[in-house]
């Protein structure tokens, strides 16, 4: 079955870096987009970073144009999003996510378990 799995969360001071990692199983990782989200206490998920199948597109959330890269290596099956420049709101539970559409055509999001990013002094 279709897994996710993240990592590489953790505590990080302001201005500081880390970088997420999602290993993918389950599926022809090469054929998908991946996406990653966050979601604050309280807030709705937001769409932070997305890169296509085969990498050559990736989108933004404006909040973190310029700091955060999404990348993909489709050999490793992993997605990565390095993020810089960390910020105090850039704290909360990151998750990687999928879209696969199923040969009838339904439409099945899967979700890893997330990972929480804290950036505090």
């Known amino acids: 079955q279709v897994q996710l799995v993240e990592s590489g969360g953790g505590l990080v001071q302001p201005g500081g870096s880390l970088r997420l990692s999602c290993a993918a199983s389950?599926?022809?990782?090469?054929?998908?987009?991946m996406h990653w989200y966050r979601q604050a206490l309280g807030k709705e998920r937001e769409l932070v970073a997305a890169?296509?199948?085969?990498?050559?597109?990736?989108n933004y959330a404006d909040s973190v144009k310029g700091r955060f890269t999404i990348s993909r290596d489709n050999v490793r099956n992993t997605v990565y999003l390095q993020m810089n420049s960390l910020k105090p709101e850039d704290t909360t539970v990151y998750y990687c996510?999928?879209?696969?559409?199923?040969?009838?055509?339904?439409?099945?999001?899967?979700w890893g378990q997330g990972t929480q990013v804290t950036v505090s002094s």
């Open positions: 996510h999928t879209l696969i559409i199923g040969a009838d055509g339904t439409r099945n999001h899967y």
């Open positions: 389950g599926f022809t990782f090469s054929s998908y987009a």
């Open positions: 890169i296509a199948s085969t990498g050559g597109s990736t």
